[in-house]
């Protein structure tokens, strides 16, 4: 087996391209009230892309605005600071990892990704937490895959194998080849992206049953990547719905009636954020 110290990973994380400075500059600003939105709109202008993907997200139903959007200061005056920064941040982390050769399907990552934060987002009421924050986490929950995929492309390739021939979970095979999971290697680069310490933890224990049952953050994304992979929305074929927190699924407290409308509402809304964010 190959094992990789968490030193070296650390390192490689230390090379990996910041995310845009307009991202670095909302996650600094997580906890202050006085945020100039208007500022904040001029530096998304700047970058067409980021502009144009925002904008098509907040005319969309995920946020179900009365009237169109048609420009960057409206969609901040309109969705406000909180909402803009998870839809900005969003943006940039799904152009941040270039794909690259040697068997792994990035789109069916992103896509995994996607429908998690939209299913964490949805659940973060009936757990107390943030919606916008649990959609971050949600997203993020698996990017630790991503640092590994690139920056050790053999040594995944081998947690592959080994996976497929032992039809364990992913996390699970990374432990027993390379000695560390995606979990820790995500949060780690949550920490070095400086995301809010309540995401870097949420990333790092969403695997993580015997730590889940005060609720809260962590809970919401492992549920909501349960959620997506019962629902098979990255479409691969071989996904594995992972163990489950009793006590964690006890404390959401739902019906099945108002299960089903979840499940539901998180594939329909993942159509129509899929098309906008990973296109």
């Known amino acids: 087996m190959t094992r990789l110290s968490f030193e070296h990973i650390i390192r490689q994380i230390q ?20 945020t100039d939105v208007h500022v904040l709109a001029q530096k998304i202008e700047l970058d067409q892309g980021l502009a144009a993907k925002t904008l098509r997200i907040a005319n969309s139903s995920f946020y179900g605005m009365q009237s169109k959007v048609t420009s960057i200061p409206q969609a901040v005056s309109v969705l406000g600071f909180h909402s803009i920064r998870t839809v900005v941040t969003a943006c940039a982390l799904t152009g941040s990892f ?15 990704s996607l429908a998690t934060a939209i299913a964490a987002r949805l659940l973060a009421p009936h757990l107390r937490v943030n919606p916008e924050t649990a959609f971050t986490a949600g997203l993020l929950h698996d990017l630790g895959t991503l640092v590994l995929v690139t920056r050790f492309p053999a040594e995944h390739a081998l947690v592959r194998s080994y996976r497929q021939a032992h039809d364990c979970q992913m996390a699970d095979a990374e432990l027993a080849v390379i000695g560390i999971d995606h979990a820790q290697v995500g949060s780690a680069l949550a920490a070095y992206w400086k995301f809010p310490e309540a995401i870097q933890q949420a990333v790092a224990d969403h695997h993580s049953i015997d730590r889940l ?67």
């Open 98 to 112: 270039a794909p690259v050769s040697g068997g792994f399907d990035f789109q069916a990552f992103w896509r995994h």
């Open 213 to 279: 049952e005060a609720g809260g953050l962590p809970l919401a994304v492992h549920l909501a990547n349960a959620v997506a992979l019962a629902l098979d929305l990255a479409g691969v074929d071989d996904a594995l719905v992972p163990p489950l927190s009793p006590a964690g699924w006890r404390s959401v407290a739902l019906d099945e009636q108002a299960w089903l409308a979840l499940l539901g509402q998180t594939e329909h809304t993942f159509d129509e954020m899929s098309r906008i964010m990973l296109a």
């Open 15 to 34: 090379e990996l391209p910041s995310l845009p400075v307009v991202v670095l500059e909302l996650l600094s600003s997580m906890d202050q009230d006085d």
